[in-house]
């Protein structure tokens, strides 16, 4: 078995995984960042807008004035996320997010800027003034040059990897064992300090906005250490284009609607105005997606976009800076300017995850999270772009507090017998039985009826039924690449449970939380489902949150 010793070990080349191993790079310390793709290219992050929210103030185009401050930024994200989301962390967010854009600004990323040299702002869903910041090229363009800089730092990359185990002695963690996607070589890799950045499980659902879709390794690993879980039952559903019959995986309902893009029916009614008559298409995400689907589920749909009252500046502005989901509509034979197109929903963001403190820390000695598979700033409702800001500052934070951490511990120390186990339960996995991509689909086909858009207490207890039932299907291992397929689909199916049981236990409406046999919640529910792993499966609570 090849074995690589670093000081720090990132898992994760998102923005999260990136930020923080340069930031632990910067104090000499030896780091080493794991991908199971290319890193930087792999995953949600290079898929994605690209863009994130930060109160600079700077003027919106067409305005004189933007009031914006951090106190409304703060306000925002709390009232956004339905009063369930970490405050200690949402402040963090809220003070750096600033800092954390020019710092990639440092490293290469070019932003839209005004004549003058501000940045370009616009208003996206859920804020109330413009703190847009829209890189040229969006997400692709972003991690490209977190790439380059990576790398240029002499991070060393282990591409084409999938974790499959955390090890400890003592109950600190030591290190990692892996496994090779195109040749099954295992290898250990032993750490001073983790960053666990390896994003969510929008695999979970049949759809999802982007190309690279997640599944749920992250949770996997914490959930063997018996971290606990948060939030799970909230998951952000978005709209993304079809033109056809062809669903257009793409982050584009932000770039329309924040720009000011309209939606109609197909009795031609522009239906937001009875939803949110204040704020029409620039609601919330989660009362957008309720909208839509609700239009769809009485027959008033499809649901159309109509952009063709943009002005020429704002196109010209558009098609330079986030070119990526109007190529793929051109290329669908979509006229975006002046026709429409449909919208239909699907999954974007996982927004509960493992609880982590202000610094990334989890609990478990030596173990720092950031990023989508923390239970992070968004609670109920993810503002729009609040993704990279969250994962470019806790990145940066989790980074730094591995090496504070690393700097006093001895050279790593590899626990054998962990290593063995782990070794004999891949063996075990490996042989023939039922193709991998036929439980994935029956998972997603359950996961969509039963924790959709729209729950009720009946679907949920169906899910856990199937759930049980998908569990003791033996899936076909023969190839290396049909034993991570059966690695992925174990953490999916572990990540269904805690989903499930989470929706379950909130008897309320709440953010993209909507249960049809259950009111909306007020001060009662303002708690936290807590999920603990225990030798059985989880343990469910509720608990305050912490202040």
């Known amino acids: 078995m090849e074995r690589v010793v670093t000081d720090i070990l990132v898992i994760g080349g998102g923005v999260a995984g990136c930020m923080a191993a340069l930031q632990a790079s910067k104090y000499g310390l030896r780091v080493a960042l794991v ?20 109160p600079f103030a700077h003027p919106e185009m067409g305005k004189e004035e933007n009031p914006d401050t951090e106190e409304a930024y703060y306000l925002d994200t709390r009232e956004g996320g339905a009063y369930v989301n970490p405050p200690r962390l949402v402040e963090a967010m809220v003070r750096e997010s600033c800092q954390v854009v020019l710092e990639t600004e440092e490293v290469g990323v070019a932003y839209s800027k ?3 040299g501000r940045f370009y702002m616009t208003k996206a869903l859920g804020h109330r003034y413009a703190r847009r910041c829209i890189p040229i090229g969006c997400g692709a363009a972003l991690m490209l040059a977190m790439r380059k800089e990576v790398l240029q730092r002499w991070v060393q990359p282990l591409e084409h990897l ?28 032993e750490a001073r300090a983790i960053v666990l ?27 063997q250490l018996g971290l606990p879980f948060a939030n799970m039952e909230f998951f952000e559903f978005t709209i993304i284009p079809k033109a056809g019959h062809t669903i257009i995986s793409s982050a584009g309902v932000t770039p329309f609607m924040g720009r000011g893009s309209r939606l109609y029916n197909a009795a031609n009614e522009r239906f937001m105005e009875r939803y949110d008559p204040e704020r029409l298409e620039r609601t919330t995400r989660a009362r957008l997606v309720q909208a839509l689907y609700k239009e769809m589920s009485e027959g008033r749909g499809p649901v159309y976009n109509d952009a063709s009252h943009f002005p020429e500046d704002v196109w010209e502005h558009f098609e330079k800076t986030e070119p990526d989901v109007l190529h793929k509509l051109k290329s669908a034979g979509v006229d975006y300017r002046r026709g429409r197109f449909e919208w239909v929903p699907a999954v974007h963001t996982c927004l509960g995850g493992i609880v982590i403190d202000e610094h990334g820390a989890t609990g478990v000695p030596g173990l720092f999270a950031a990023g989508e598979c923390t239970n992070g700033v968004h ?3 993810r503002l729009s ?25 001895r050279g790593p120390e590899s626990p054998k017998g962990q290593v063995r186990e782990e070794a004999a339960r891949l063996q075990g996995l490996q042989g023939p039985g039922e193709p991998a991509s036929t439980v994935l689909k029956a998972l997603r086909e359950t996961a969509w009826q039963s924790v959709g858009i729209v729950r009720n207490g009946e679907g949920i207890q169906h899910g856990l039924d199937r759930l049980a039932e998908l569990k003791k299907a033996r899936v076909e291992a023969t190839t290396p690449a049909e034993l991570v397929q059966a690695l992925e689909l174990g953490n999916l199916l572990l990540t269904g449970e805690m989903v499930m ?24 529910w303002r708690r936290w489902v807590l999920l603990t792993p225990t030798g059985e499966g989880v343990t469910v609570s509720t608990v305050p949150i912490p202040e």
């Open 385 to 409: 772009c609040n993704a990279f800001s969250e994962g470019l500052v806790f990145g940066r934070r989790a980074g730094k507090a591995a090496v504070l951490f690393a700097r006093g511990q």
């Open 114 to 116: 005004t004549p003058d």
């Open 501 to 524: 049981r989470a929706a379950a236990t909130r008897t309320e409406s709440r953010g993209q939380h909507y249960r049809e046999d259950c009111p909306p919640g007020g001060d009662e």
């Open 197 to 223: 950045a390896g994003g969510g499980a929008t695999s979970f659902f049949p759809y999802a906005s982007a190309n690279f879709k997640t599944t749920g390794d992250a949770y996997a690993l914490a959930h």
């Open 162 to 189: 999938a974790v499959t185990r955390l090890l400890t002695v003592d109950g600190q963690v030591t290190g990692a064992c892996a496994v090779h996607l195109q040749t099954g070589a295992q290898l250990l890799i």
């Open 35 to 54: 991908d199971k793709g290319r890193l930087g290219l792999s995953g949600s992050s290079c898929t994605s807008g690209g863009v994130s929210a930060a």
């Open 379 to 381: 609670g109920a409702n």
